[in-house]
């Protein structure tokens, strides 16, 4: 909506533009009661022309103030992109190190600790909870999760 409006403004400051150039090269005549008419139609054409340029100073206003809005409606979805990275990036730093626990004691070795214990997934399950809520809590009190 605010594109359409510049694109109007635009259109509206093109119009002016050309009337602006019509009334300023107002054609010359060279008979006396010609002059006499034209110098009238010139005094008028004065106060056409004052009116023409308000005009423009205020479309050139208002494609400032939509201009403005554009900005800030892009930096608006920049903020909000980058909130959701963020969030992003927070999840993927909590759940990589799970990750790599879990891929550790995927493996197919004998010689692994824990790997036999009957409490070592136990063991395990509890550390990597510990580090997940541990992680989780550090980034909430940092305000990384929560909403701004």
Not at 52 to 70: F, K
Not at 97 to 124: D, Q, R, Y
């Amino acid at each position: 909506m605010l594109l359409e409006f510049r694109k109007a403004l635009h259109i509206l400051e093109d119009t002016c533009d050309d009337q602006r150039a019509a009334v300023t090269e107002w054609p010359e005549g060279r008979d006396e009661a010609l002059r006499r008419e034209r110098e009238q139609l010139r005094v008028r054409s004065r106060d056409v022309l004052e009116h023409i340029e308000r005009v423009l100073t205020h479309v050139r206003r208002l494609e400032a103030s939509s201009e403005a809005a554009v900005q800030m409606h892009f930096s608006e979805q920049s903020n909000r992109t980058n909130d959701i990275m963020r969030a992003l990036t927070v999840l993927t730093a909590i759940f990589l190190p799970l990750n790599l626990v879990t891929g550790f004691f995927g493996m197919n070795f004998e010689g692994l600790p824990l790997i036999h214990s009957a409490k070592g997934f136990w063991i395990v399950f509890f550390v990597m909870l510990a580090l997940d809520v541990g992680m989780s809590a550090y980034f909430w009190r940092k305000r990384y999760l929560s909403k701004p």
